[in-house]
Each structure stands twice: as structure tokens, then as C-alpha cells.
């Protein structure tokens, strides 16, 4: 079964930093572009960062631009998000998905998904 799995969420304080993972289970996403979303109660969900296959284009929205950092490790075969300096408002379920022909910033265009970890950032 294709699967993906996040690790490293927890609670933490405001301005405090989390180091976020992602790895899939039984096959390997080297030539996929690989993204972190994220999910509110009550809110959409919502584009964070993505970084394509070769790993030298990252992308981020706005709110975590200066403060999260995407990268990936293709020996690893590892997805990784740090966090730092979180903020209140950073606080969702981070989920991390691969694609291979996407708009990295269209969740639709997704191939896979896991199933999230909770990020909750205290004030």
C-alpha cells in the first residue's frame, strides 16, 4: 500500500521550534515533488512548502516564508519541514503529500497523502 507518514509534531511554545518528517512507507519519492499542507479547526486546508525532485526549488507561502525551512533528503528518502519561531496561529495538522506533475501550490494535484501530525503552538 503507497503510503506516507509524518512525524515530529507535538505542542510547543510561541517562538519555540519543531522539526517535522515525512517518509513514505514501501516505495521511494525521489523523482516525486514533495509539499507540507496544513489544516485548521474550522479552516481550509492550506499550502505551506513544497520542494521538487532535484530539491533546489523550494516554495513557500507567505505567512512561513523566513521562518520554515523545506528540504528533502533523497538517500533518506525523507521529507523534512523545521519550524521555527512558531507562532499561535501555526497551530493545524501538518500533512505532507508527493505528485509527480503538479501546481505545487494545488493540493488537487496530489498524488498521495499521509495522514498528518498536530502541530498546536501555545501562546
Known amino acids: 500500500q503507497v503510503r506516507l507518514v509524518e512525524s515530529g509534531g507535538g505542542l510547543v511554545q510561541a517562538g519555540a521550534s519543531l522539526k517535522l518528517s515525512c517518509k513514505p512507507s514501501g516505495w521511494i519519492f525521489n523523482y516525486y515533488t514533495v509539499a507540507w499542507f496544513r489544516q485548521a479547526p474550522g479552516k481550509e486546508r492550506e499550502f505551506v512548502a513544497a520542494?521538487?525532485?532535484?530539491?533546489?526549488?523550494?516554495h513557500y507561502a507567505e505567512p512561513v516564508k523566513g521562518r520554515f525551512i523545506i528540504s528533502r533528503d533523497n538517500t533518506e528518502n525523507t521529507l523534512y519541514l523545521q519550524m521555527n519561531r512558531l507562532k499561535p496561529e501555526d497551530t493545524a495538522v501538518y500533512s505532507c503529500a508527493a505528485g509527480t506533475s503538479v501546481d505545487v501550490f494545488n493540493s488537487d494535484d496530489y498524488d498521495y497523502w499521509g495522514q498528518g501530525t498536530q502541530v498546536t503552538v501555545s501562546s
Open positions: 520542494i521538487e525532485w532535484s530539491g533546489d526549488r523550494p
